[in-house]
């Protein structure tokens, strides 16, 4: 099948790619002409796991390219995904829809009789019935689907070419046929298809985003009770979580969750609830932001009272700059929102991250950077682990521990082995332990 893929950002570049790679003759189109550029040349705009070497094989099959012109796309084919972004509008928590009604409204004019407009940016609900109004106000017969993305950044590929579970909004028999052609190879390799209306399909994405956004903020509320009770975080959710009714996996006390995906579509979410009259059932959204949030302020208020009250002309060594490990993505990175506040605060601070060091640069001019762990921590009076990247687990603590200043540890993500470090003669803190100092500390909101 022919198929055009419109922004080739994260999602619209992994999705070219994977597409192509099941066999589609795929044309990827994004408004960015140096972004087209650098794909037509074999050059991802992320770091992915597989994604280079499916792109520049694909490319040479000449199963894909990639066009800066939209009536272009609109000719190649009749199928045509959608997957620019839709972030938080400036102005309120809802979203901005200007990126998805830009693509159908510069489509409509070129559109093939026939065509299928996919959507798989996030989106509130409701969006694939207004779009689809759209078009049919043209005099068009083209339809609107909604086939929402649940890539993971880091495991993009992987979960692209074996999603567990593939949902599509559809209206029509005729858009259910075209969707499971376009992913045949999946189906039958026995990938669940769940085929819905629009609505439940653009619901499915907010809802799963929401669920998993709660639980992590839930074990980050347990963890600050834990604080204030002289109970460990980390043990209580290892214990918790070995209920298989309620399971481990993102139920990990740390600095909580950022990137370009969680915080907006939780806000986003409540806000077209509230839009819809359903704002109360999902009010709760508003804390899980808010629990969320203050994990950032509570992980600076600790590494002040671990300096004895101020991180001025303290030197700080960062480990961590993208918003989760296995991506170079930064956009809301957490670890960066608190090496930005301590800089703010008068700090020295250096960052190491293993991929995300350009695109941290380009966000945080102001911060200093290093393109080594010792390098980072050199002369540190305090280092703080703020993206889990597995290499920082394999740290040797005794050599760092001869570059910095002191040996002090702030492990915000929970996952350093602690009597290794302490070994090597470091004391350890984490958020949810009762064990920092009490300097400086202002319970409850932090400052
Ligand atoms: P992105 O910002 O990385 O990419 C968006 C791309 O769209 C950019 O390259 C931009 O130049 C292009 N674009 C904007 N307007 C355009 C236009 N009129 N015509 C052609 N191209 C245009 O965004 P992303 O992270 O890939 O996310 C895309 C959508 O997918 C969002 O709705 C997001 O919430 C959702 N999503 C993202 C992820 C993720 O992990 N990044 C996962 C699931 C869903």
């Not at 559809?170 to 990938?191: F, H, K, N, W």
């Not at 602690?418 to 909101?445: I, N, S, Y």
Request: glycine share 10%; proline share 6%; aromatic share 6%.
């Amino acid at each position: 099948m022919r198929l055009t893929v419109i922004g080739t950002g994260y999602v619209g570049t992994v999705h070219a790619a994977c597409m192509a790679d099941l066999g589609h003759e795929v044309l990827g189109v994004d408004i960015d002409a140096e972004r087209i550029a650098s794909l037509s040349a074999g050059r991802p705009p992320i770091h992915e796991t597989g994604l280079e070497e499916i792109l520049t094989r694909t490319m040479a099959l000449g199963r894909l390219r990639f066009s800066s012109s939209l009536a272009e796309g609109a000719a190649f084919a009749t199928t045509h995904f959608v997957c620019v972004g839709t972030p938080q509008r400036p102005d309120s928590k809802a979203a901005d829809l200007r990126f998805v009604n830009a693509v159908v409204d510069g489509l409509a004019p070129h559109l093939r009789p026939g065509s299928l407009i996919v959507g798989k940016s996030t989106v509130p609900v409701g969006t694939a019935a207004r779009l689809g109004r759209r078009l049919a106000a043209t005099g068009t017969d083209c339809e609107v689907a909604w086939n929402p993305e649940f890539l993971r950044e880091g495991s993009a590929v992987q979960d692209t070419m074996c999603p567990e579970r593939l949902v599509v909004g559809v209206s029509s028999e005729r858009a259910d046929t075209v969707l499971r052609t376009v992913y045949g190879p999946m189906l039958q390799a026995g990938i669940p298809y769940f085929s819905t209306d629009p609505a439940t399909a653009e619901l499915v994405k907010v809802a799963a985003n929401s669920f998993l956004a709660t639980k992590i903020s839930f074990i980050n509320a347990m963890s600050e009770v834990c604080e204030a009770a002289g109970a460990d975080a980390s043990l209580l959710a290892g214990a918790v979580g070995a209920d298989s009714r309620i399971g481990p996996q993102f139920l990990e006390p740390g600095l909580g969750f950022g990137g370009s995906c969680f915080p907006k579509d939780i806000r986003a979410f409540a806000a077209r609830a509230e839009e819809l009259g359903a704002g109360a059932a999902v009010a709760f959204l508003y804390e899980v932001d808010r629990i969320n949030t203050r994990q950032r302020r509570r992980t600076v208020d600790l590494a002040r009272r671990i300096l004895g009250g101020t991180v001025a002309d303290r030197h700080i060594g960062v480990l961590g700059a993208a918003f989760k490990p296995g991506s170079d993505d930064v956009r809301d990175s957490p670890a960066l929102a608190v090496a930005q506040a301590l800089r703010d605060g008068g700090a020295a601070v250096r960052v190491h991250d293993p991929e995300a060091l350009d695109n941290a640069r380009s966000a945080h001019p102001d911060l200093a950077y290093a393109l080594d762990v010792p390098k980072a921590c050199e002369d540190a009076d305090l280092v703080l682990h703020l993206t889990a990247w597995p290499e920082y687990r394999h740290l040797d603590p005794a050599d760092l521990a001869t570059v910095t200043r002191q040996p002090l540890l702030l492990d915000a993500r929970n996952v350093l082995d602690e009597p290794t470090w302490q070994a090597a003669g470091w004391t350890v803190h984490a958020l949810g332990r009762a064990k920092a100092p009490a300097t400086g500390l202002v319970r409850g909101e932090p400052s």
